[in-house]
């Protein structure tokens, strides 16, 4: 007897109970494109399936060659799945690569034996072979979960773009599992996909670096610069700015060199948008840019604005958690952008500022304002973000002051350049260039080309790479400069008013009076976590008298809801302590991994906890200290009257 599967004249006289109705459903439901994209194949044969000795159906390709291959074992395909997973660790594993699909034997057995919190990722190109499985095997429940993502073609934006939102996951633990046999049916496909797999592994992990060992650094700086946070315009009053006109963003890169003579030919006819880096280099060409990012908090990048013209316009653009030394210097308008964390510290002031995204380099930060900006195209110079050349620069930046003391006709530019290349060598990697030749590169920096590749797999906009060299950046057309003045930097941009309303002084007051309430809810939070920490103490101890531990946990929960009343201070406290909720992030997803129960899952809990409140101590008296610190540099500064009355009050 014929059916769906075996006779596609007989495809949609399928009964109510048909497996396939029930994926094609849940799938719309979760996964709409795809959805779309399978119910495309419908004219196409589906692959036949037989049924194994032990009686599950194991599915037949034939392949390139004429051979018929078989994606399960022909004997029992679920003894095969169960080898697959091996000698994973299934409940301390969050994110699970599955290469090839076949009929789910093995993802059906993950979902049941992984953490709820866990998903599956399947790596599957073949359509027909998807639509099969679903034909075959009820799936629905695993699709209908929302924790079970499939990618079907070679797109590295859309799996980095996806599995942003999963980092956090990425970062406690992965798994790949292959089925050879389909594996082997589209080789090249898994090859591509398994070296994107390590390099989001390297970017979440570089992302989750960068957070714990700068989130302290960034929550004081910012705080630092709250007086220039509450005293500037905000981003909002510059969108669509300059819509449809070209926006052209300067960066360091050795390739620079190449083209950086054409840049005046730019002015006028496009936004120019300087890295800080290339601030004054541009500035010594007789070139002043329409903007300036800058988002380092480190002072050492003060050095590009040591030696800035005092009637300069260029308006600087920067993150508030930006060295305040950079503010101080620059003597043309100031812009700071929105920020949460600022936001919070200055809760009384209704008036918040716009936002960009979140950049990880200044680079970053101007491709944001081009897009704000309504900028169309966005073009990149000196953005090689690899070694062009054997260089890490390009010649005649300030990273050349550094070096100066000990250039000779031994030791020139070009020789110390290749030296910081080559003690990096541990964290080099190769890339393709634009023209497809390997190019060496370094993790951080590819950090970076992620970030701008995801960037523009989202983006509308177009993006040329009018760079001349350095790494191929996938979502960008690579363009000379030369090519790109002249088809689109032609007409002049349109005349717009200064609207910048300089620097409003008078507000910094009602910063002083924010940060003023902020220690006080600071102070409390302390004094909540000193009173709890000794309950949690006791409940750990005496985990086996259960009324003792009521009573004391109704005694903490007394202590929880005033907690809960200092929400948005407890907030900016933990800014100051990200490896400690880094800790807790992952023990949560290990606890509820194992599926403790009882007393066991008390204790875990409990150390936990004491853990928490302990680290929570620390970091309020941290904040604090800086609260006050600030609070005093700001009154001095600005003669804020009764400042140091109302702290002792």
């Known amino acids: 007897m014929l059916d769906s599967a075996t006779d596609s004249s007989h495809r949609f006289v399928l009964s109510e109970d048909a497996p396939y109705l029930r994926n094609l459903q849940s799938l719309w439901a979760t996964d709409p494109k795809l959805a779309a994209a399978i119910e495309a194949t419908d004219g196409q044969p589906s692959y036949p399936c037989e049924p194994s000795r032990a009686g599950q159906p194991t599915m037949r390709v034939q392949t390139s060659d004429g051979r018929d291959l078989y994606l399960h074992s022909r004997h029992e395909p679920l003894k095969e799945a169960e080898q697959l997973l091996g000698d994973i660790n299934l409940r301390g594993t969050f994110v699970f690569f599955l290469h090839g699909l076949g009929l789910g034997y093995h993802a059906e057995l993950l979902f049941e034996r992984i953490s709820k919190e866990a998903i599956v990722c399947v790596m599957e190109p073949d359509l027909v072979l998807l639509r099969t499985a679903l034909e075959r095997r009820d799936l629905s429940k695993l699709i209908e979960s929302g924790r079970l993502l499939f990618f079907t073609t070679l797109d590295k934006s859309d799996l980095f773009v996806r599995m942003l939102n999963y980092n956090g996951l990425l970062i406690l633990g992965t798994a790949s599992i292959t089925l050879a046999a389909a594996a082997n049916l589209s080789a090249e496909f898994h090859r591509q996909i398994a070296a994107w797999i390590e390099q989001l592994r390297s970017f979440g992990q570089t992302s989750l670096n960068t957070l714990i060992l700068n989130g302290r650094r960034t929550a004081e700086n910012i705080t630092k610069n709250i007086g220039w946070y509450a005293a500037s315009p905000g981003i909002e009053r510059l969108h669509n700015r300059y819509k449809g006109s070209p926006a052209v963003i300067v960066s360091a890169g050795p390739s620079l060199r190449k083209n950086k003579h054409l840049l005046p030919e730019a002015v006028g006819k496009a936004v120019i948008i300087a890295v800080q880096t290339t601030l ?246 302390e004094e909540i976590a000193r009173k709890t920490l000794p309950l949690l103490e006791q409940v750990r101890d005496h985990l086996d008298d259960q009324p003792k531990v009521n009573r004391l946990i109704a005694k903490i929960d007394k202590l929880r809801r005033q907690m809960d009343q200092l929400g948005s201070c407890y907030e900016l406290i933990v800014e100051l302590t990200q490896l400690t909720e880094m800790q807790r992030f992952e023990n949560d997803r290990k606890i509820a991994a194992e599926q403790s129960k009882g007393m066991d899952l008390q204790r875990r809990q409990v150390m936990r906890d004491v853990a928490n409140v302990q680290g929570m101590i620390d970091a309020a008296g941290v904040f604090q200290s800086l609260m006050t610190q600030v609070i005093d540099r700001l009154s001095a500064e600005h003669g804020i009257e009764n400042v140091r009355r109302k702290v002792a009050a």
């Open 280 to 525: 004054q280099p541009l500035l010594e060409m007789g070139i002043e840019p329409n903007f300036v990012t800058s988002l380092d908090y480190h002072d050492i990048c003060t050095r590009f604005f040591e030696k800035l013209p005092p009637t300069l316009h260029t308006e600087l653009v920067a993150e508030p958690k930006a060295s305040d030394r950079i503010f101080q210097l620059h003597p043309g308008p100031l812009t700071v952008l929105g920020n949460s964390y600022a936001d919070s510290l200055l809760a009384e002031i209704t008036e918040k500022k716009g936002r960009l995204s979140a950049g990880a380099t200044v680079a970053h930060l101007a491709y944001y304002l081009a897009e704000h900006l309504g900028c169309d195209p966005i073009i990149f110079v000196g953005q090689d973000l690899a070694f062009s050349d054997g260089l890490c620069y390009t010649p005649g930046t300030s990273y050349e002051d550094v070096w100066r003391p000990e250039l000779s006709e031994f030791s020139t530019v070009e020789m110390k350049q290749w030296e910081q290349i080559v003690r990096d060598r541990p964290i080099l990697r190769q890339i393709p260039d634009q023209q497809g030749r390997m190019i060496y590169t370094e993790e951080r920096l590819f950090t970076y080309l992620q970030q701008f590749e995801r960037d523009f797999g989202r983006t509308k906009t177009r993006i040329i790479d009018a760079t001349e060299g350095g790494a191929l950046k996938r979502g960008s057309t690579a363009m000379p400069l030369r090519t790109v003045l002249n088809q689109f930097c032609t007409a002049d941009l349109p005349a717009i008013a200064d609207d910048h309303p300089g620097l409003q002084w008078q507000r910094v007051g009602q910063a002083v009076d924010g940060l003023i309430e902020r220690r006080r809810q600071a102070s409390e939070i």
